[in-house]
T-cell receptor
Framework: QKEVEQNSGPLSVPEGAIASLNCTYS??????FFWYRQYSGKSPELIMS????GDKEDGRFTAQLNKASQYVSLLIRDSQPSDSATYLC???????????FGTGTSLTVIP | DGGITQSPKYLFRKEGQNVTLSCEQN?????MYWYRQDPGQGLRLIYY???????QKGDIAEGYSVSREKKESFPLTVTSAQKNPTAFYLC????????????FGQGTRLTVV
């Protein structure tokens, strides 16, 4: 079983729509969760971190965490073509205190 | 300007050669990490270090070595024992290993020729 799982996509949404990205993780004791954006050929860029159950909003981005369901999601409102990238979910597992990354979801925003 | 600097950006290695990838940070972070990324795959942890002179193997440490002689520096050597070294290598750092955000350098793309 993979530690962090994401739908690989590709996910396509029209410009202005809401993009929804999902992630599940295996370690129930995990405490910190992160979303990174990675453009093709570039390194990952941190866009959101979340530590508590519920929603956390930052501009057009909302992260949602449900520890009971071991589920974390990222919503991108008013999607723009510049949001087209691969989105990586990362979880800091209690086991070994390592960051585990999902394989990423490729998002394309169609103008 | 604070950040993480990886060099070189592109590196070509001949079969049987060892090569060293540089990673320097001026963020005063204690923890540093090396990841490998292959096409269609997520980031896989090679080595990580919590403090100077201490480091731990990640999931795919075979064929790699590291050192942490200074807080700012965490070089990665890809040895000839690594059978498939062509990949995108990413260095990251964080304040510590516990629940803090990790930030990445710009990466080194290694190709075996």
């Amino acid at each position: 079983q993979k530690e962090v799982e994401q739908n690989s996509g590709p996910l396509s949404v029209p410009e202005g729509a809401i993009a929804s990205l999902n992630c599940t993780y295996s370690d129930r004791g995990s405490q910190s969760f992160f979303w990174y954006r990675q453009y093709s050929g570039k390194s990952p860029e941190l866009i959101m971190s979340i530590y508590s159950n519920g929603d956390k909003e930052d501009g057009r981005f909302t992260a949602q965490l449900n520890k009971a369901s071991q589920y974390v999601s990222l919503l991108i409102r008013d999607s723009q073509p510049s949001d087209s990238a691969t989105y990586l979910c990362a979880v800091n597992m209690n086991t070994g205190n390592q960051f585990y990354f999902g394989t990423g979801t490729s998002l394309t925003v169609i103008p | 300007d604070g950040g993480i600097t990886q060099s070189p950006k592109y590196l070509f290695r001949k079969e049987g050669q060892n090569v060293t990838l540089s990673c320097e940070q001026n963020l005063n972070h204690d923890a540093m990490y090396w990841y490998r990324q292959d096409p269609g795959q997520g980031l896989r942890l090679i080595y990580y270090s919590q403090i100077v002179n201490d480091f731990q193997k990640g999931d795919i440490a075979e064929g790699y070595s590291v050192s942490r002689e200074k807080k700012e520096s965490f070089p990665l050597t890809v040895t000839s024992a690594q059978k498939n070294p062509t990949a995108f290598y990413l260095c990251a750092s964080s304040t510590d290993l516990m629940n803090t955000e990790a930030f990445f350098g710009q990466g080194t793309r290694l190709t075996v020729v």
